[in-house]
């Protein structure tokens, strides 16, 4: 898996609470059978009109070498499961999204693809959404994000944290785990 | 010590490894049900790391998504909307022969939505962990069952281990008091729930919906309730089981050998009454009233017979925007172009009866078109010995083939720009039924009503036949 450890880059701001996972890949993307090249997909409709002219949207300034910061609205990812989504901000440029809230498999599909969803309170997040375009580090190891003089810190659930400190890979775990599971289905008549 | 909530009886009962600060817990998957949008890269990651499936047993295939709603033409070929479709299908085809999982094909007369196939195979068993890479596994939460949505990385994590690591959710019971004045349905209940708890309301928790109104129920009710948890933010919905679970199951081809010791042991599963949760609330059943949406989220539903509320910050005026609405105009003075019956939500016999006991004798208004799909190949022959495909069709709806049609628009089945859409399903968020395409979510009962008239409507104005 990819790791995450310190980033530190330009922030793009985009107010709209309740980002479901249908504005960040529209359903029509979704017959692919890999998961790469999903970046020109990513916000698709608020990028591009029918015809695909790029249209005016601040998500256009994401950029993956100076702007791979997204602060959003609270509840961003909401809606489907589609892990396309994470795939697609990935492959699109973004390395953490800030907000408020997530939705929860949203987040849980992010820290698998080595993308950072980061809480904060609603003071922090409106004070970055006021004022995009500005540096910030996000230290996944010390749990804060750091910008002028501002350093707030944040919770990450430790077993995910961990996975993406060493880029390790949580499905290595889960196999490790397989002895207790047969054990599991043995004593619990579940077996084959 | 206190009681136990269901939720918490069903989490111990498939406890492989208890959660600790640094790892989550590890819990035994009794169902996994697949489909052929968010899997094909989960087997991409078996075959990359040379993992089998550990219980193909445990595991059931559909196909539903993208497949399409109109009969094959005359070359005997189905009408794809696109070659990645079909590809999609057929990789799914491939992996569910590679690794023994039973594939419900398009020529199975057991096929439908994922959600319809396993209530209706009795393979949704009550006190299990059912999961599917999709958000609205939590259906499945009416059964008793602990039902949740799954991205494609830990669809790979339980095709290989049969098992996934979870963190313990908060629980939040619902309550329903007292009953449900005639014509209100199971819909309108859970759009009431959601517009209350909003769409974040429920996020981290499960759900546990109970009380009178709760238990009066079919399954089929049930499962519509449980199905909309998601779109509270809530992964999980639950009901505990009573007789209505067991004679629903009753019979079924998928249920345990043992039904007497199955029941004792379902019978288990309710919330104790010293059982505490993190956040309750209590919802007069006698006040809800036929609900529709108005906005471009579940959360933002209102009485169908009100008006449409003022928004009252930035995003509510963007979505009203986009609906080409304004606050303060009334809600069954909006015209409608398309109607869909159909769905994992409202994709059930019960919902076709519904809107057949609407349509029986009227006519489908000449600017509506009207698309009824039923959620599955045993919904739709049901329906069809029962003759209500005759009462679609001469009403002037269109009945087509199974599958999840224009809930996501992925096979074909979509609505034009600017369109308002009056629909059965789960998502009215921008584009999910076509680009530009303006969705009113309402219960079966409200989409025939509004059919009928043309205008969103009360299904309670319109005389039941
Ligand atoms: S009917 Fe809609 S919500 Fe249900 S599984 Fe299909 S696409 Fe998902």
Redesign the pocket.
Known sequence: MKPFGKVTSKTVAVATSNVDTDQIIPARFLTTTDRDGLGDAAFRDWRFDKEGNTLDHPINDIDPDTHNILIAGDNFGCG?SREHAAWALDAFGVRAVISSSFGDIFKSNAVKNGLLPVEVDEATLDLLLSTPDRELTIDLEEEEIRFGNHVVSFATEPFARRCLLQGADPLSVLMDAVCDIEAYERENGKAL | MTGKTLFDKVWERNLVRDEAPDSPAILHVGLHLI?EVTTPQAFQVLAERGLKVRRPDLTLGTI??SVPTLPAGKDGRLPYATTAAENQIDTLRTNCALHNIVLLDLDDPRRG???MVGPELGRTHPGTVVVCG???TSTHGAFGALAFGIGTTEVGHVLASQALFQRKPKTLRIVFDGTTAPGVTAKDMALTVIARLGMDGGTGYVLEYAGEAVRALSMEGRMTLC?LSIEAGARAGMVAPDQTTFDYLAGRPGIPEDWDAAIASWSELYSDDDAVFDKEITIDAATIVPMVTYGVSPHEAAPVNGNVPAASNANASEALDYMGLSGGEELSAIAVNRVFV????N?RIEDLRQVAGLLRGKRVADHVSMLVVP?SAAVKKQAEDEGLDKVFVTAGAEWREP???M??A?NGDKGAPGEVVVST???NFRGRQGEGVRTILASPATAAASAVVGRLADPRQLEVT
């Open positions: 489907s | 489909h539903d998504h939505i994922v959600h999709d958000s609205h199905n159909g769905s994992c939500t994709g959620g599958g999840c049609s809930c996501i992925m399903s789960n998502r």
